[in-house]
C-alpha cells in the first residue's frame, strides 16, 4: 500500500513495524524516493521531547560511556488470549480473502484477525515486532548505528495456549560496536511491564513515555572508601507524542524535509526486529552485511529475509 500510494504522488504515515520481513523495506524506502514522497513511521517515540533529549544526555556523554542497554515488554496473559471480534463468525462487512492479501490462504479464524494478528508469522512477528519495534528503534537512535552486525536469539511458545505463534518468551541480543543491545520478552509473567535502561559509568537511565530518570552510579573516589554519586540525579517528564509525531508528519508534508522517523529509520529498526525473530527461530547467531542487507554466510537465514506473496499480489 506504501509503494501504491507513492506510485499516485500521495504522502504517507504508515503503522510500525514498517514490514513484515527484510526485502518489503528496501523496495518501500526506494519508492518513497523515487516519487520524491514524504514518509513517517509510526514509531511515535521518534518525536518525544523528552526522548529527545534523552537521547543527546546519551551521546553527550552525560552519563558516562555507554556499552548496554536493555530493552523489554512484559506482561501475564496466561493460559492466553481469546477473539474479542467476529467470535461468532464472519460477517458480509470482512472481506476475508481481501484481509489475508499476500499471505497464504486459510479458513476464517477470528483469532488470526484484529488485535490477535500479531502472533502469527503469516502477518506479524509477535511482541518483537510490537513493541520491540518502538524500544529497539530508540536503543539504535541511542547507539547511533544503521544495524548490528551479530544477532542471537531464543524462546518460544512454551506456555500459552490460545494457538498463537510467536514467542512468549524471548531474549535476543545484538551486538553494536562496543554496545550490547539486548531484548526480552515475556507473556507470562508480568514482573517490570515497560523496559528501556541505558547503562552508563556515572548513572543508568531509565526512558519511557512518561517520562526518564537518572539514577547515579556509586564510585569511590580514588584514596577514599567512602562511595559517592558519579553524577547528579536527573529527572524529566512525557508529553504527548502521538500529536507531536502527527504534527511533525504534516509540517514535512508542507516543507518536504524528512520526518523524524523517516521511511529509512523504519525500515532500519523493522529489520532489527526481523533479525532477531531470525535467530530465534534458526536458534543460532547470524551476522548481518547492513550495506548488502544480507546475513554472511547463512544460505536458510537469508531465505527468511523475503517471503513469496499470494497471487494476485506480488512484490
Request: proline share 5%; charged share 25%.
Amino acid at each position: 500500500m506504501t509503494i501504491a500510494a507513492c506510485e499516485a504522488g500521495k504522502d504517507v504515515y504508515c503503522e510500525k513495524p514498517l514490514t513484515l520481513f527484510v526485502s518489503e523495506g528496501r523496495k518501500m524506502v526506494e519508492a518513497v524516493r523515487k516519487h520524491k514522497r514524504v514518509a513517517q513511521t509510526g514509531s511515535q517515540q521518534r518525536s518525544g521531547s523528552h526522548y529527545a533529549q534523552a537521547v543527546k544526555l546519551i551521546q553527550d556523554g552525560g552519563i558516562g560511556e555507554v556499552h548496554r542497554i536493555h530493552a523489554g515488554f512484559q506482561r501475564n496473559i496466561y493460559p492466553g488470549l481469546k477473539p474479542t471480534e467476529l467470535a461468532s463468525g464472519l460477517t458480509p462487512e470482512l472481506d476475508w480473502d481481501m484481509w489475508l492479501g499476500p499471505a497464504p490462504k486459510r479458513a476464517f479464524d477470528p483469532f488470526r484477525c484484529i488485535y490477535n494478528f500479531r502472533w502469527f508469522w503469516d502477518y506479524s512477528g509477535g511482541q518483537m515486532t510490537n513493541w520491540g519495534a518502538h524500544h529497539l528503534d530508540i536503543a539504535r537512535w541511542i547507539v547511533g548505528a544503521e544495524a548490528p552486525s551479530v544477532i542471537s536469539g531464543v524462546g518460544g511458545r512454551y506456555a500459552l495456549t490460545d494457538g498463537g505463534e510467536t514467542p512468549d518468551v524471548q531474549q535476543v541480543t545484538y551486538q553494536f560496536p562496543k554496545t550490547v543491545v539486548t531484548w526480552t520478552v515475556s507473556e507470562i509473567a508480568e514482573g517490570k511491564p515497560f523496559t528501556l535502561d541505558i547503562y552508563g559509568t556515572k548513572g543508568m537511565l531509565t526512558l519511557l513515555r512518561g517520562g526518564f530518570r537518572v539514577t547515579p552510579e556509586m564510585i569511590a573516589p580514588a584514596g577514599s572508601k567512602e562511595k559517592l554519586p558519579a553524577m547528579e540525579a536527573l529527572q524529566a517528564k512525557g508529553g504527548d507524542l502521538n500529536e507531536a509525531h502527527a504534527r511533525n508528519f504534516l509540517d514535512c508534508v508542507k516543507s518536504r524535509q524528512r520526518p523524524n522517523a523517516d521511511i529509512e529509520e523504519g525500515h532500519r529498526s523493522a529489520v532489527m526486529c526481523h533479525l532477531g525473530n531470525i535467530a530465534t527461530r534458526l536458534g543460532r547467531s547470524i551476522k548481518w552485511d547492513a550495506a548488502k542487507e544480507q546475513v554472511i554466510g547463512d544460505a536458510e537465514a537469508n531465505q527468511m529475509l523475503s517471503r513469496p506473496y499470494r497471487a494476485p499480489w506480488r512484490t
